[in-house]
Each structure stands twice: as structure tokens, then as C-alpha cells.
């Protein structure tokens, strides 16, 4: 006569199996959005490089046309700017200090993006002495999120490390992966204040031979202030 199993170990052996199944169906699941995610990646990329080679070639042939007329073509007023803080807290006024720490430039060679209009023009005024900033373009913008871009995930500061971080985070305003983030980034997009939420200040290296003053202004041969799109070389040496 066969010895008859104990009702708990049925159920645990049943539980076991169903655990097994959810996990199985889960991942599942996981692998079919992680493909689903890398074949948007891929298709958006292609796009977002195909604007960005338009806008150049427009850009071109605009200054071409006026030069042509004999008259100068004048940008667009710029959308985006890159702030860098060169110089320590010894000496900050209450005010700056105050804007520094809402801007998240809490230390010396961090690095964050902002929109400009006239409210962080102005504050920008009062800050000059102590950061420099410009505008950059999408490699900068692009190298800055690849190899120094970090997220903020549970007020804890987080290396990204796959489009999945960006797609559970983003995914509600339609930014699902590293191209995505870089694109809402550069162009200013509509969701650009979640998008730059979602990024923690860069941490950057001091740049490769030093600043040569820091106390003198970009446009007086020193280091503070705008240098319009000499930020990106600037970038460059620090990353």
C-alpha cells in the first residue's frame, strides 16, 4: 500500500510549480519589451540622425542664400544651455549660493542643462562669477548622457545602463530609450523638464591642463561666463 502525501506538501509542491509558471511568464514578458524597446531604439535613432542632418543642411543653405543676397542670416536665439561650476562655495554670496544649489550645482565641476528663457538668463547674471556655460550641441549633449549620464531613481543616483531604466521611468512621455533622452534633451522638447528631472547633475573631471583664471571672464581671456559654442570643446576635456 502506497504511502499517501500529506495535504501541506501538496500545497507547497502546487504553490512551487505556480511560483515557477509566474516567473517563467514574467520573464517572458520582460524579454518581449526589452525587443520591443531595442527595435524602437534602432528605428528612432535612424530618424532623430536623419532631422539632425536636415537641420544642418537647412542651416547651410540659409547662410548660403543671405551671403548670396549680401545680407547676414541670424540664428535662432538659442534653446539649451550647459552650465559647468568652476569655482568653490569660499566666498558665495547668499544669493548665488541660493541659486547654485536650486540649479543642483552643489559642487565644483558639475554640470546641468537648462532651459533658457528670461527667468534663467536672469539668474544665470547672478551666477556668472561662478560657472561657465553654452550652448552645446547634440555630441556633446550625446557624450555627456552616454559616458557621464547618470538618473535619479528613488532619490538615489543611479548609472544608466539600459534603455529598460529609461522606459520605466519615461515611458509615460513617450521617451523610451538613451535617443529618445538625448533628442527631448537637445531639442527642448516638450517633456524636457522630466527629462532633465530624470538626470543627475553631471560629476565631471577637472579639464585636461587646468583653467587658466578663474576669476576672469571667457571674453577677457579667463574662464567664467558664456562661450557660446566653445562649451563644447570645453565638454570635451572634461568627460
Given at each position: 500500500m502506497s504511502k499517501q502525501v500529506p495535504e501541506t506538501i501538496k500545497k507547497q509542491s502546487k504553490r512551487s510549480f505556480n511560483s515557477k509558471e509566474v516567473k517563467k511568464e514574467k520573464n517572458e514578458k520582460r524579454m518581449k519589451l526589452l525587443k520591443e524597446i531595442q527595435t524602437k531604439a534602432f528605428k528612432r535613432a535612424e530618424k532623430y540622425e536623419k532631422e539632425y542632418l536636415e537641420q544642418e543642411q537647412k542651416l547651410v543653405e540659409l547662410k548660403q542664400k543671405a551671403l548670396k543676397e549680401g545680407s547676414f542670416y541670424r540664428e535662432p536665439e538659442p534653446k539649451l544651455a550647459f552650465i559647468i561650476r568652476i569655482r568653490g562655495i569660499v566666498g558665495v554670496p547668499p544669493k548665488p549660493r541660493k541659486i547654485l544649489q536650486l540649479l543642483r550645482l552643489r559642487r565644483i565641476y558639475s554640470g546641468v542643462?537648462?532651459?533658457?528663457?528670461?527667468?534663467?538668463?536672469?539668474?544665470?547674471?547672478?551666477?556668472?562669477?561662478?560657472?561657465?556655460?553654452?550652448?552645446?550641441?547634440?555630441?556633446?549633449?550625446?557624450?555627456?548622457?552616454?559616458?557621464?549620464?547618470?538618473?535619479?531613481?528613488?532619490?538615489?543616483?543611479?548609472?544608466?545602463?539600459?534603455?529598460?531604466?529609461?522606459?520605466?521611468?519615461?515611458?509615460?512621455?513617450?521617451?523610451?530609450c538613451m535617443e529618445d533622452l538625448v533628442h527631448e534633451i537637445f531639442t527642448v522638447g516638450k517633456n524636457f523638464k522630466h527629462a532633465n528631472s530624470f538626470l543627475w547633475a553631471f560629476k565631471l573631471k577637472p579639464p585636461v591642463g587646468g583653467f587658466s583664471t578663474v576669476k576672469k571672464s571667457f571674453v577677457n581671456k579667463g574662464e567664467h561666463g558664456n562661450r557660446e559654442q566653445y562649451i563644447n570643446t570645453l565638454v570635451k576635456k572634461m568627460i
Open positions: 542643462f537648462i532651459r533658457l528663457n528670461k527667468s534663467s538668463l536672469r539668474m544665470l547674471h547672478f551666477i556668472d562669477p561662478y560657472v561657465t556655460w553654452g550652448y552645446p550641441d547634440v555630441e556633446t549633449v550625446r557624450a555627456l548622457i552616454y559616458k557621464r549620464g547618470h538618473a535619479r531613481v528613488n532619490h538615489q543616483r543611479k548609472i544608466i545602463d539600459s534603455n529598460e531604466m529609461i522606459y520605466d521611468k519615461l515611458q509615460k512621455y513617450d521617451i523610451v
